[in-house]
T-cell receptor
Framework: KQEVTQIPAALSVPEGENLVLNCSFT??????LQWFRQDPGKGLTSLLL?????REQTSGRLNASLDKSSGRSTLYIAASQPGDSATYLC???????????????FGRGTQLTVWP | SQTIHQWPATLVQPVGSPLSLECTVE??????LYWYRQAAGRGLQLLFY??????ISSEVPQNLSASRPQDRQFILSSKKLLLSDSGFYLC?????????FGSGTRLTVV
């Protein structure tokens, strides 16, 4: 069974710092990897999706990389802002194994606080 | 649009009472739909998934059930709630372009 681990569990930084959040997974047979953001008491907002054949994706100040062979992904946040404070979740979708459905496996998340 | 509607947003129910949480989705037909639960101090757990009307698969044995009476409607139910059913319930749809989640329902069983 796929296991997803996120490090660190919590991170508190001053505004303006560049950050790296880490995600590792045990089974490299994945369909894609997705990073989400969750604000307190809210649902999940998709940030970036990396297909298994891709190495990285970028959106604004966010960059996510994927090394499928080593089972690792990183989310890079440039020039952090207080509005970036949230929990960041990494999820991998298992590869299609003859069905139309792939399951998402989540890490526990990194709780990020950016203070002014 | 891939919008997902969930209601209610918050619910407080006594132990032993029934439950019905509804999720409706917009966008393309025949979506893959999912119910996840996020319990305090724990990660997201997949409860049920559905690839079509009337097709439900359960991931873990539990006190809950799910139904899909219409293509874009997914319902989570219980006949008698337990304290351990408390949590944050999220509905999601999955496509080749990734997953989209609803805003969730916070359920507190008292």
């Amino acid at each position: 069974k796929q296991e997803v681990t996120q490090i660190p569990a919590a991170l508190s930084v001053p505004e303006g710092e560049n950050l790296v959040l880490n995600c590792s997974f045990t089974d490299s047979a994945i369909y894609n990897l997705q990073w989400f953001r969750q604000d307190p008491g809210k649902g999940l907002t998709s940030l970036l999706l990396i297909q298994s054949s891709q190495r990285e994706q970028t959106s604004g100040r966010l960059n996510a990389s994927l090394d499928k062979s080593s089972g690792r992904s990183t989310l890079y946040i440039a020039a952090s802002q207080p509005g970036d404070s949230a929990t960041y979740l990494c999820a991998v979708e298992e590869a299609d194994r003859g069905s139309t459905l792939g399951r998402l496996y989540f890490g526990r998340g990194t709780q990020l606080t950016v203070w002014p | 649009s891939q919008t997902i509607h969930q209601w209610p947003a918050t619910l407080v129910q006594p132990v032993g009472s029934p439950l019905s949480l509804e999720c409706t989705v917009e966008g393309t037909s025949n979506p893959n739909l999912y119910w996840y639960r996020q319990a305090a101090g724990r990660g997201l757990q997949l409860l049920f998934y559905s690839v079509g009307i009337g097709q439900i698969s359960s991931e873990v044995p539990q006190n809950l059930s799910a139904s899909r009476p219409q293509d874009r409607q997914f319902i989570l139910s219980s006949k008698k709630l337990l304290l351990s059913d408390s949590g944050f319930y999220l509905c999601a749809r999955g496509t080749v372009h990734g997953y989209t989640f609803g805003s969730g329902t916070r359920l507190t069983v008292v």
